[in-house]
């Protein structure tokens, strides 16, 4: 339905399409009825953006900034808002040189905080070598390279806009003595995680006085004389036209349409755990392709990581991340088989969790357990410590596995037994890098971290694939134009977001999507609004 966000009240407001209209009307909530228009068409903005997360608020915002006049199409009811981001943890990958920027980001910092964190520093290099490095060398260079060199300005216009962050020390530091020391190029969150930032740039929508519609699913794009002219949408169940100069899709993958999941992805993808919204089905990336616009990306690929096995089948917002069990390179993972299938230690965590969802899915029953001893039970974040989680615990190596359910116990004993056997002893643990601590002998090693399990108590947690979203979707150019089969910009029609394929492959450095979405969100908006000033 639409928001409960009012027009500006003036005398009379000129409009293009239906002249001039009296301040009374636009002081109500929009519907085709005050608008004293037919039921099928609402109203005419500069800019329509269709979505309701991360990225289409950022593009919303920037295309505000610009001058245009906006409206936001958001499928989900106001309480579910957000899409994936109100799932998210609300952490960024951006480029940092040290202390001077998370200051500036976060400048309430204390004179403690200051002393006891190593925040480290993030180099454009580094990110491009991670992003080719995780991608297998196919993320497009030109997205790439507008992703990393613009990630630093747009975490200072986030906050600019009222987004407030803190240090991400839960999720990316380790403490190491009395010091926390950040790893991995991600630094800060927003306040709130996911939830958080969403509500941040709602209140800056609503300071921007930008529309928003709430159970708004848009269906359709009309597109004639080479240009689109609006959206065709359900709201609140009844059939709706809003017209438009630009439209802006922002409105996530296919991750929760498992008839497409199965299709692209493969078999055995609809028995995944989808990890945040329902409303993620795929329908702007089908209303672009109807129009012409080029399918492209990693449709076969998908951010997938280790997820609560008895976690319900769409994200749920009173949980939210903490379904999510991070701290598996500190542990070996056993299949129902009771062997393990990957190296748990290959990389730092942010450049596995979320390919090793995919490895899960590949196990018998779609499973897998994480098994620690006491040893590093303490470096367990979080979301290990939260009411719902399947978890096992044991004072013998015989009672625990007993407990895991669905494994086969004896070949698990085996397997421990031989991973002790080979865990090099000469090498220290260091939990905060790559330490070198890895196996001997083993035909599937550990390469780091390879602690031995063997001090009581032990403890298991049951974890099942949780897919976040998906890879493939609208070919963009660095304006955030999407092109059509000959790589020509459809004019008028912007992408951002999931939705906007070719700079996520096979894997991602973790934090990096709604970085993405903030950066090709933000291009998007002002272009959009550039665009309806022609």
Known sequence: MPSSEKFSAQACVPHPTYGMMDANVLDRPLTAFSLGLERSTLEYYDVVVVGGGNAALCAALSAAEHGARVAVLERAP????????????????????????????????????????????????????????????????????????????????????????????????????????????????????????????????????????????????????????SVRAMIDGSPAEIRARAVVLACGGFESNVEWRTRYLGPGWDLAKVRGTRYNTGDGIRMAMEIGAQPYGNWAGCHATEWDLNAPDFGERAVRDPYQKHCYHYSIMLNNDGRRFVDEGADMRSYTYAKYGREILRQPGQAAWQVFDSKVLHLLRPEYHIKRVTKARADTIEALVSKMDGVNAAQALATIREYNAAVRRDVPFGPSGLDGKGTQGLALPKSNWANTIEEPPFEAYGVTCGITFTFGGIKIDSEAQALDMRDRPLPGLYVAGEMAAGVFYFNYPGSSGLMAGAVFGRIAGRNAAIYTKH
């Open 78 to 229: 106001e309480e579910d808002r957000g899409g994936n981001s109100a799932f998210a943890a609300g952490t960024l990958r951006a480029v940092y040189s040290g202390l001077d920027d998370v200051r500036r980001l976060v400048p309430d910092l204390s004179d403690d905080e200051i002393a006891t964190t190593d925040f480290g520093s993030y180099s454009e290099g580094a990110y491009f070598d991670d992003m080719a490095r995780v991608t297998r060398y196919r993320t497009h260079p030109d997205l790439c390279e507008v992703l990393v060199t613009r990630s630093r300005e747009t975490l200072h216009w986030m906050r600019e806009q009222g987004v407030r962050f803190v240090p991400a020390y839960s999720y990316y530091s380790v403490k190491v003595g009395d010091q926390r020391r950040f790893a991995g190029g991600v630094v800060i969150e927003a306040v709130g995680g996911g939830i958080g930032l969403v509500d941040f740039l709602y209140a800056a929508a609503r300071r921007r006085k930008i529309d928003i519609y709430y159970e708004a699913q848009a269906t359709s794009l009309l597109y004639a004389d080479r240009a689109v002219q």
